[in-house]
């Protein structure tokens, strides 16, 4: 079975413009979170959907949105880029069951923004 | 709300030996799962092992091992026979069990382990 995919896997933009990050989940996964990884701030938890519908957000400004399609695949779209929103953004992917909330990741979209 | 940390920021271990990480945790909540991940250079993010916390018996996976402490909300990862594919950055993670909508991970800020040869 595939793994979590996302593209592109490095984009460079500069400030003001804003971009689009794409994930595809595993086959049969139908939840999608997004994380923001930075050297000063680690790891940090963006947003959750799951059928389409958000279900959980981060501490991140409303610069950062994202949304699900019907086959589950995720974008998430962050406008009015700053030089801080420069991260490697990680997707996750799990199988909606019950007692199997295990997170599987995407090799990350690195985004440098200058 | 929870926080994970690893005291920890960086370890080194010779090949063949054996290394454990450290990782605590805190929270309020009595139904939860916790997670190690490790990320090497190449940055892809990898499940190494999970525990769920009303299980007792402490998760194993070939080579890698957990000490799971509920009271003392201690989460170690033991790596046996450490070979050199083992160098990346290691994550502990913790994520809320009940509720089937709660999907997030809090991580804690990583140990760099390198295995020399």
């Known amino acids: 079975k595939a793994g979590v995919t996302q593209t592109p896997r490095y984009l460079i933009k500069t400030r003001g413009q804003q971009v689009t990050l794409s994930c595809s989940p595993i086959?049969?996964?139908?939840?999608v979170s997004w994380y923001q990884q930075t050297p000063g701030q680690g790891l940090q938890f963006l947003f959750e959907?799951?059928?389409?519908?958000?279900?959980n957000k981060g501490n991140f400004p409303g610069r950062f949105s994202g949304r699900q399609f019907s086959n589950s695949r995720s974008e998430m779209n962050v406008s009015t880029l700053e030089l801080g929103d420069s991260a490697l953004y990680l997707c996750?992917?799990?199988?909606?069951?019950?007692?199997?909330?295990?997170?599987?990741f995407g090799p990350g979209t690195r985004l440098l923004v200058l | 709300a929870q926080t994970v940390t690893q005291s920890q920021p960086e370890m080194s271990v010779q090949e063949a030996e054996t290394v454990t990480l450290s990782c605590t945790y805190d929270?309020?909540?009595?139904?939860?799962?916790l997670f190690w991940y490790k990320q090497p250079p190449s940055r892809q993010m990898i499940l190494v092992i999970r525990?769920?916390?009303?299980?007792?018996q402490n998760a194993t996976e070939n080579r890698f091992s957990v000490n799971f402490q509920k009271a003392a909300k201690s989460f170690s990862l033991k790596i046996s026979d450490s070979q050199l594919g083992d160098t990346a950055m290691y994550f502990c993670?913790?994520?809320?069990?009940?509720?089937?909508?709660?999907?997030?991970?809090?991580f804690g800020k990583g140990t760099l382990l390198t295995v020399n040869p």
């Open positions: 996750a992917s799990s199988l909606v069951a019950s007692g199997f909330k295990t997170q599987y």
């Open positions: 086959s049969g996964h139908r939840s």
């Open positions: 959907y799951f059928s389409e519908t958000q279900r």
């Open positions: 929270t309020s909540e009595n139904n939860y799962y």
């Open positions: 525990q769920e916390a009303y299980k007792q």
């Open positions: 993670a913790f994520m809320i069990g009940s509720g089937g909508s709660n999907y997030k991970l809090t």
